[in-house]
């Protein structure tokens, strides 16, 4: 015999009927001090209340004086009105009711969450005699969908209102503004170096510093104005029309004071600048407002960082020539619009040119002959940095490659990119410009910018040294525009530090920079680097050089970039000595 069977043959021996059974199990469930639920008539008397439902409504109150009662005589009127009328709901439409309150009514679970269903209550004939309904605390379920609600719009990081919600807030703040004829203003803020942030001191050091920069954020807007974080280092302020009586220049210029104090991240004092691009006025969508305060910032970006700037309408004709330029260089690779030309480099000493620069022009179709500073930053950031830099390898390799079949042994210097430097790609272009050319590596020079160390230091030494091993050379260009110390410039494998142009064009003039000059030498010299002065255009600027024993000059005093026909002109005439 089974368990079942001989459970049921016992109740039937302590019961006289299923009726009686019923009855039992109805009495156990109506005395239990944790169920609520509860039987109503037509017009909504309790008929009978489980002990624990009458416990929660009356704490105190004998049951039976609640039986007969209705809503109306134990709660608060509105609260009685809505119970009264899903009853009601229930016996129209046969239908269960479930409700999701916060309980006030329940005296038992203060700030609560209780769900509430009620259903028809039917006679044995299937008629509906009145509601009966049970109520659960759905306290726990309501926080956790309350929780997911607020994450689907807010940044796990620093719990500022994410991309979804910047969004909905900037419409609501332009419907807002529309209607009262005012003017309202968006910011993208954005930290200056922030990679640089994450690559030295590690990614936990950064999020803290988003987070730091998250709590300023807060405190330096006004109620009624947002910030947002959109991702990575990204921030967005929204203003509305009474915090902008001050003007958006102020306002601007207080976020960046207050950003750029100093933070104390990870035991150590941290300084950061940012970037703001603003839009100010009115728009037809959020969208728009966005899009044109991310069109300012990159204009702050480009424009030296640590600054803000307010959007303008002509602006928008920058962008847009910007990407059809985009466009066609996409394309300047293959149709061979792209040229190099070379800068002789001479040794102070001999006199000689020992080395070239390799400079690339773009031979656009329309616009004519373009300079690197034009189409270069746009190939940065678009990426088409890699293939362009792969052809210069190639195209200056074999140029030095041909030249020394010729007798002129010259090293050949290439300009090396942030974004190149960011990939391991880099090796396998210097590799096969190398192997294709069979130009021995130690007549190729790259060039990388003290900033483009910067950015990402750490990864970019382990890639220079890599590079340093298959015998090529490394020169710091641009260098003490980047404010490195000796310490961080010694991790690098450097052969040779280029001083920057703008030193060199200082000299003589109100801002002199003799003693600048002076010191980067004796920094070059202390690392046991040769040092190249570029940008001569002057005697004066030759002698002073030549005074601080700096190894080469490069400049147009001596020879502006040049043809490959030209250069070979020019070698042919200084085998005659005395040039400089
Ligand atoms: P850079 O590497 O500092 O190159 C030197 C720049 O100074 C060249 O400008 C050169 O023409 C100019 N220059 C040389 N001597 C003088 C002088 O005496 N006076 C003046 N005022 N300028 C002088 P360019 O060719 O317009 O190149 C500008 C920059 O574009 C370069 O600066 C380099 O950063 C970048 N660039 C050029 N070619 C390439 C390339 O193939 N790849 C990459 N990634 N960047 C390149
Ligand atoms: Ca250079
Ligand atoms: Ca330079």
Known sequence: MSTRQTTAKAIQRTMSSRDEFERLCMRNLLADPTARVFFKDRESRFLLLSAGFGAALAPGRPLEDLIGKTDFDIFSRPHATAAFADEQRVLLTGQPQVDKVESE????????????????????EGRCIGTWGYSRNVTAQMAAEKELAHRALHDALTDLPNRALTIDRAEQLLARARRAQASVAAMYIDLDGFKNVNDTYGHPAGDELLKAVAERLKLAIREGDTASRLGGDEF????????????PEVVAERLLEVLREPYQIAGRQLRVTSSIGMATGSRANAEELLQDADIALYEAKAAGRDRYVIFREQMHAVVQDRRMLEMDLAEAVERKQLFLLYQPTFHLASQAITGVEALIRWQHPTRGELAPAVFIPLAERSGLIVAIGRWVLK???????????????????????ARQLDSDELLDDVKSALAESRLPPELLTLEVTETALMCDSAASAKRLHTLKRLGVRIAIDDFGT??????????FPADLLK???????????PHDSAALIHMLVQLSTSLKLATVAEGIEQPDQLDLVRRERCDYVQGYMFSRPITPEALEQLLAESAVPGRV
Not at 399 to 415: D, I, K, P, T, Y
Not at 499 to 509: E, H, L, T
């Open 105 to 124: 009514t329940y005296h038992d679970l203060p700030d609560a969450w209780v769900s509430t269903t009620k259903l028809p209550l039917l006679d044995d």
């Open 236 to 247: 967005v302020i929204l203003i509305e029309s009474a915090s902008l009586d001050v003007g």
């Open 395 to 417: 195209e200056a390799c074999h140029e030095a490659a041909r030249l020394r079949e010729r007798g002129h042994e010259l090293n050949m210097a290439v300009n090396i990119s």
């Open 482 to 491: 980047g404010y490195s110390s000796l310490a961080y410039l010694q991790q």
């Open 499 to 509: 001083i920057d142009r703008s030193f060199i064009q200082a000299i003589g003039q």
